[in-house]
């Protein structure tokens, strides 16, 4: 046996525990949601009809409505700090302490998702919270107060940033360490100064990562449900149950019985999260091999 036909078997070896896991908790979940999406209760062909329920149902505009928002802010805030930090932390900081900030940066995302939203509860509440001083200058004396709807996404992207902005700034910063040393010095020979540099090179030049990035973190905030779910159970049920898309499927099939539903919107957000998807890797050309 060939040394390459070794290799290329140890390649299906690494790669068949995950499509495995995948075929099992992906491809047929999803099969199956197509199934239901598209048949009633008694396994009837419907069409568009479980569709066109779902869509006219008066909590459906409202939850796409709050995701959109919290969407918006999440990306514009995630992209703008974990990029520029990342680029701080590269060029603009001693070895030793760039590698301890990463590491604490890092530190949250450690944490399992429903223990930070049950930190972040804690800390919202000008009761107990460490930040009660701050929070009370802001003029929030109570904890209704801080999680009013009209803060909810601000609050729902700040607890997401805090968990998640660390392992992107690390990425980020190792795509800023694959950059060639003399393009940074033939732009420094050129006139470029630290932040010109930045903008005109380094970001450039790990865009595909950027776009990465925002693709998974678009992905991932579609998919919103354990922070207003637990900020629901939290609060004794002032927050709305179908706040985010994800809770309205849930509360569709736990609450209602209507699985048929409850797939029909789960198949929206894959298919709006594809077409977000392809529209970034096609600007980005993230998949461009280059010559």
């Not at 047929?28 to 069409?47: E, I, M």
């Not at 929030?140 to 660390?166: H, K």
């Not at 006139?191 to 380094?202: D, E, H, I, T, Y």
């Not at 706040?243 to 099939?253: C, D, F, I, K």
């Amino acid at each position: 046996m060939t040394r390459s036909l070794r290799g290329g078997q140890a390649g299906y070896f690494f790669v068949a525990g995950y499509v495995v896991l995948l075929v099992a908790f992906g491809i047929v979940p999803t099969a199956y949601a197509f199934y239901l999406a598209f048949t009633n209760d008694r396994g009837q062909f419907t069409g568009l009809n479980q569709f066109v329920k779902v869509i006219g149902d008066y909590r459906f505009a409202p939850a796409f409505a709050h995701v959109a928002v919290y969407l918006v802010l999440w990306l514009v805030l995630l992209l703008i700090l974990t990029v520029g930090i990342a680029v701080v932390l590269r060029g603009r900081m001693r070895p030793g302490l760039s590698a301890t900030l990463r590491f604490l940066y890092y530190v949250p995302g450690a944490l399992a998702g429903v223990a930070s939203v049950l930190v972040w509860l804690f800390m919202l509440d000008p009761s107990v919270s460490p930040a009660s001083g701050l929070l009370r200058a802001l003029g929030f004396d109570t904890f209704s107060q801080v999680i009013a709807p009209e803060n909810l996404p601000l609050v729902f992207v700040l607890i997401a940033f805090w968990t998640g902005a660390g392992g992107w700034i690390v990425v980020m910063y190792g795509a800023l360490n694959n950059i060639p040393d003399e393009i940074l010095e033939a732009a420094r020979i050129d006139g470029a100064g630290p932040w010109k540099s930045a903008l005109f090179v380094q970001i450039p030049m790990i865009s595909r990562w950027i776009a990465y990035m925002a693709i998974l973190a678009f992905a991932g905030g579609t998919q919103l449900f354990v922070e207003p779910q637990m900020l629901q159970t939290a609060s004794l049920g002032r927050l709305d149950p179908a706040w985010s898309p994800n809770q309205l499927a849930y509360v569709l099939a736990f609450r209602y019985g209507d699985f048929n539903g409850a797939a029909a919107v789960s198949l929206i957000l894959l298919v709006l999260g594809l077409l977000c998807a392809g529209l970034l890797v096609r600007r980005s050309g993230l998949f461009k091999v280059d010559a």
